[in-house]
């Protein structure tokens, strides 16, 4: 029996998705948190608001723990006998055997996840149904998911349709079917879909669900009645192939009609061919003719410039050609609608000849011709035009029926281009381009086949004056420009809505929710979009489980329309962290979807420099919020190896290449990030702080855009009874200062606090505050992360908030948010944290390097303060420097038109 993969709080699953390392790859504005943090309800609640990057504990969406249905494990904590050499020798048993069963239980999840990516559903966060119509919010790109296995086929009908798209100036690109992840990912960045003659196969039928929860129009195209079972039944033609092949044929006729109906729309190539269609159940469905193409006209110009060289040299055999021409032995019932009035024509003249292209076969009525009869085997398009061009007569007998009334006039095509006149029988789409006589010949007996030959054979006058008239018809009603016109344009009428378009790129975007910067982008992203006329998009990343690697899944948060690109585990902080080639292709096709105005850069570490590259190479103005030092820093946070602050205010990168892993590519890191920096349109930091560290790095243009914060539900509170409660959200990590912590308040004694810890691993099953961590502290409580539904309890649940970070952040969100419901906060001087401090008045700031006296005497002066305030009086300290997310939203948008508008006026 498998083992099965779930969900777990504790018990003897260790979380196997946590990276202890210090550096967050979340952005350093001041908070991680590790989930959706907004207005989903009914969903899972992930952890936030608790680990402060960097050096947090890395929080991702799930815990596993594999469990055998059929057995259950339990360890106890027992205490070995003293020096017993049979204990120890059991425990290493046991160990072994604990070793044993996890390698077997982490080979039987990478089974499970191999499952999974292959066919399994996509996490219910990721697999919602976009809201918004694919074409109101992308540009306008055209998908052909196709049968391939049809030259002729791939011709007309998607070839010559990406040509027809690209003529009014929308770009289309073709997948074959079996490409089932190449069409998924196609998929996710087009406006319209077309599924050219593909079965109801589970594959096709799950791109055209795909479809629908994109919001992506789909047409089911077909240029023959394929997905009408009686009338491939009734078929002679058909009829010849063999039992085998007509069940077949009939089967999948209704696997067609199945994926025909599961599409919005259909696509004909002809009016009797859409008739069957509306017969079958679609109504609504429109006609696209099999046209001349940009191939087919280059072809038959260099053909009529040979011929007329060859005129002018006078060479003529005397013969005249009567050509046929046949893909397949299909066609052998056709052609003999048109033999024995041929057999007549040759006995009438000597000079005729007949010739047979491809493996139609000869009928009786033929044979004794032998000497008249012209075999050559079928061949490449550019060829046969040229074999057709040496005739001087085309036919194209057709037998009567439903099947062949909905073919196309692909014969009579092909011929006239050349010149030659043509011969027909006057099935639905030859009577509707012929005038009989004047562009062409109808015949639909004996009689009336041997005349029309005939008389071409006789007169070779008539035959160029048919030939002309039949290449200015269709010239005239199948140029590429006019079907392009008139029959391809209407299916992409309407557009996009007009608005700034804006594409956010961020490492983490929701539903996973991580990092300060991730949470900026979040809500600014949701304001400006719902508020002030922006049409945000995202480029982010998401797990494999969602994506393949470097593949890509739009999916909507906030209304937002989100493209996440699939990036492995741990890549983020790997060597693509920085550079991520396999990442270009993905954002290059984001790019054409979206064509923004502007791409705005948050976090890109995972993504990678190249995509800020890609912007300058083609001219897309781009804006970079520098949330963290990862421009200038090859750490992101300005933290040497031992997990300490370095100081530097200018970089030095001799002091940096003995800090990095990789000291050889230190420059080259440098000179680029330093360029794109250099070329950015909009340079914007969350704090004056951070402004001027980069400009003191030779960047002096940086604009603030102040972080905002979540506006508290209550403007006030009131001195509530029972102990002090001091807060501290930034985990068990000495970046953030908890070992300050810890050893003030193992030694405040009977100080009448009580210190609140916020584990956000506690929403993940497990706590990163264990026994070792809070021993000694006499007072202490550990809650999980708050959520943006619970931030204002936690925060009135507390009366002083401690933010000892050891390195100086380019923000602090969680101080921005104490203050704002009138918690007292002492927070190290450390950069941007304590701008929005006013000391004695709504905080204390206390020295960057303390060694945990000053902490010491502001916690006891704070417990003071607050006990001093009546029980019931209202408490509130200076709140006004804070701004919320409304008014960075507004900034920032006009900020970003500005840049938009700065790049016009260059441009002009």
Known sequence: MEPSVEMVRGGIAAPTNVDRRAGVT?????????????????????????????????????????????????????????????????????CGSVRGALRAAERAVRRLRKRRKAAGPLPEEYGFGVERPAP??????????AEASIPQCLKYRVVQRQEAFRRIGVDCTWRPWADREGCRAALQTHSHAIFYRVPAQDSVLGLIAEARRLRVPTWWEADDLIFDEAVIRSNRAI???????????????????????????????????????????????????????????????????????????????????????????AHDVDFEEAAPAIARVLDRFSRARLR??????????????????????????????????????????????????????????????????????????????????????????????????????????????????????????????????????????????????????????????????????????????????????????????????????????DGIGVFGMGLPEGAHDGPDGFDNPAAVSCFNEVLDAVEPDVVHFHCVQGIGIGAVETCRARGVPYAITLHDAWWLCGRQFMVDRQGRYCHQRRIDEQ???SCVDNARTLLGRSRRTREALAAADLLMAPSRFFADFHAANGFPGVLVNKNGIAPPLARSRVRRDGRVRVGYVGGNTPIKGFHLVKKVFAGLGDLPATLVLVDNTLNLGFSSFGADAIGGIPDVEVVPAYTHRTIDDFFAGI???????????????????????????????????????LPGRNGTVIPFEDDGTAL????????????????????????????????????????????TRALSRRAA
């Open 26 to 94: 979340g952005g350093g504005d001041g908070r991680s948190r590790g989930g959706n943090d907004r207005r989903h309800a009914g969903r899972r609640e992930p952890p936030a608001g608790g680990v402060d990057a960097p050096g947090g504990e890395r929080m991702h969406e799930r815990q596993l723990r594999i469990a055998r249905p059929d057995a259950t494990v339990e360890v106890a904590r027992i205490e070995p006998p003293a020096a017993d050499p049979r204990w120890r020798q059991t425990v290493q048993d046991a």
């Open 136 to 145: 109101r919010s992308l540009t306008p790109r055209v998908l052909i998911v």
């Open 239 to 329: 009829g010849r192939l063999g039992r085998q092949t007509i069940e077949s044929l009939a089967v999948g006729a209704g696997l067609y009609r199945r994926a025909m109906l599961a599409c919005d729309a259909a696509i004909a190539s002809t009016p009797g061919l859409a008739e069957a269609m509306r017969r079958a159940g679609m109504d609504d469905v429109c006609v696209i003719a099999n046209g001349l193409d940009e191939q087919t006209l280059a072809a038959a110009a260099a053909i009529t410039a040979r011929a007329a060289e060859a005129d002018e040299y006078g060479v003529d055999d005397g013969l005249v050609r009567i050509v046929y021409g046949s893909g397949t032995n």
């Open 356 to 557: 047979l292209v491809g493996p139609v076969g000869v009928p009786a009525s033929l044979r004794r011709h032998g000497d008249q009869l012209e075999r050559l085997p079928a061949t490449g398009f550019e060829d046969y035009l040229a074999v057709l061009a040496a005739g001087d007569i085309s036919i194209a007998p057709l037998e009567g029926g439903e099947f062949n009334d909905a073919k196309s006039a692909i014969k009579y095509l092909e011929a006239s281009i050349l010149g030659l006149p043509s011969v027909c029988s006057p099935r639905a789409a030859f009577a509707a381009a012929i005038v009989d006589g004047v562009n062409g010949l109808l015949c639909d007996d004996d009689r009336t086949w041997e005349e029309a030959i005939a008389s071409l054979v006789a007169e070779p006058a008539l035959r160029r004056r048919i030939g002309a008239a039949a290449r200015e018809t269709v010239i005239r009603d199948s140029s590429p420009a006019r079907i392009a016109r008139r029959q391809v344009a209407p299916l992409i009428a309407g557009g996009r809505d007009e608005a700034t378009r804006v594409l956010s790129v961020n490492v983490f975007y929701g539903p996973r929710t991580f990092g300060g910067a991730t949470i900026v982008a979040e809500n600014v992203n949701r304001l400006m979009h719902d508020q002030h006329g922006v049409d945000l998009y995202v480029f982010t990343t998401v797990p494999t489980a969602v994506s393949p690697p470097h593949t890509l899944h739009r999916y909507e948060f």
């Open 655 to 657: 002091v940096c290449a």
């Open 799 to 837: 009366d002083v908030l401690l933010f000892p970070t050891q390195w100086k952040e380019s923000f602090g969100l969680t101080v921005r948010e104490a203050i704002a419901r009138h918690v007292w906060v002492i927070a190290t001087d450390a950069g941007g944290v304590v701008e929005d401090i």
């Open 856 to 899: 010491r005497a502001a916690i006891i002066d704070a417990v003071g303060m607050i006990g001093r305030i009546a029980l019931g009086s209202p408490v509130t300290f200076e709140a006004d420097g804070i701004r919320f997310w409304d008014e960075q939203a507004a900034e920032l948008a006009g900020m970003l038109r500005g840049c």
